[in-house]
């Protein structure tokens, strides 16, 4: 499948998403959207444009687990959404669900993240 990305020898870019509730997950799967803090969204706006693909990968802060992985398909633009109730989140971006399901953290602690000195993936 063809790349959103201008760029595509980039190498794919991963991120973990953390969410205060799961009804905002819920929203982002049924509407394909997600919204992040501002601070978040240079850094994923820059892994948009200068890689092949950007995943995020979605956790509940405090569950335990993982509940599913998005592939981000658009930039962030401005327009903010009523949906998550609060200011604090900046622009919407689109979104495509790969896999909604619960899963626990202890099936990725094999994974270590080098750029958070080699700490379990959660």
Do not use: C
């Amino acid at each position: 499948s063809k790349s959103p990305s201008p760029r595509q020898n980039v190498p794919v870019r991963y991120f973990i998403m953390k969410s205060s509730n799961l009804q905002n997950i819920e929203i982002s799967q049924q509407k394909g959207v997600w919204s992040t803090t501002p601070s978040n969204e240079r850094k994923l706006n820059g892994a948009f444009w200068e890689s092949s693909m950007v995943y995020l990968i979605f956790s509940v802060q405090g569950s335990g687990h993982f509940q599913g992985f998005a592939r981000m398909s658009s930039t962030i633009g401005y327009e903010k959404s009523q949906d998550w109730g609060s200011a604090a989140f900046g622009g919407v971006f689109k979104v495509k669900w790969i896999r909604k399901e619960s899963i626990p953290f202890r099936f990725a602690h094999h994974l270590l993240n080098p750029w958070n000195d080699n700490k379990k993936v959660q």
